[in-house]
């Protein structure tokens, strides 16, 4: 495929959408067309599927359900925007992918990692980003940039021992993945994004 997919893992508040903005601004500046997007969610139906999942009031959710609606999201998201963007040569970026599955439905709800991959690799066709990038700060840190803004979703409500299962959960995929780098993001905008902009800088596509 012509294009590049560019994924950004981290905690809920480690600074995902705030890098990807610039992120795609850098691209923007270079002349690339850029198609932003998110999971779960992404198109149409994926939203509807993301207001399922995240909704506060869906306290019976059970955790096999969670993870199968976020592969059903993935799988329309994949099929219906990220392959025909590639395709037409864009550079696509997506906070989340597969890795927060493995890792918050994988590990954070104990449903297994080997289970999960293989659900997701039947959504997602097995397609691999050409960069991952993980934001790596303390998820206590990051919730509090967080919950104060908006008093957070049903996942952000998680208690702080989710949380910490979660972030445990990525530094133990990274084993698994070399591929995905890894960002201090405990720093401040900037000096994050200086990480970013070398890294990116030296993508071929
Ligand atoms: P995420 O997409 O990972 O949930 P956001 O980019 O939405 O994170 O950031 C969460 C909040 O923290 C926002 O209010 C954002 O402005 C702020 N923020 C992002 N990066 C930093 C940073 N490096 N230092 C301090 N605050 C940050
Ligand atoms: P969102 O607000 O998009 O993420 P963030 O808070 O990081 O900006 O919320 C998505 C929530 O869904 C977040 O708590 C992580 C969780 N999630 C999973 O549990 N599994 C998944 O596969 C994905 C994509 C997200």
């Keep these: ?30 002349g690339k067309e850029i198609e932003f997007t998110r999971e779960p969610g992404g198109t149409a139906i994926s939203e509807k599927i993301r207001e399922i999942i995240l909704d506060k009031n869906n306290i019976e959710m ?12 993935r799988a329309q998201h994949v099929n ?24 918050y439905q994988g590990i954070g709800r104990k449903l297994g990692i080997n289970e999960i ?31 104060g803004i908006n008093g957070g979703d049903r996942l952000e409500n998680e208690n702080i021992s989710f949380h910490n299962l979660v ?23 900037e000096e994050i994004f200086l990480d970013v902009k070398n890294i990116i800088e030296n993508v071929k596509f």
């Design 80 to 103: 219906e925007k990220i392959i025909p963007c590639l395709k037409s040569g864009k550079i696509v970026i997506s906070e989340r992918f597969v890795y927060s599955s493995l890792v």
């Design 117 to 147: 991959k293989t659900i997701n690799d039947f959504a997602t066709s097995g397609l691999q980003p050409d960069l991952v990038l993980f934001f790596d700060i303390n998820p206590k840190k990051a919730l509090q940039r967080k919950l």
């Design 1 to 30: 495929m012509k294009g590049l997919f560019i994924v950004i893992e981290g905690p809920d508040g480690s600074g995902k959408s705030t890098m990807a903005k610039m992120i795609g601004d850098y691209f923007q500046s270079k």
């Design 62 to 73: 059970d955790y096999k359900t969670e993870a199968l609606l976020y592969a059903a999201a």
């Design 167 to 189: 972030y445990e959960g990525y530094r133990k995929i990274i084993e698994y993945y070399p591929n995905i780098i890894i960002i201090d993001a405990s720093r401040s905008i």
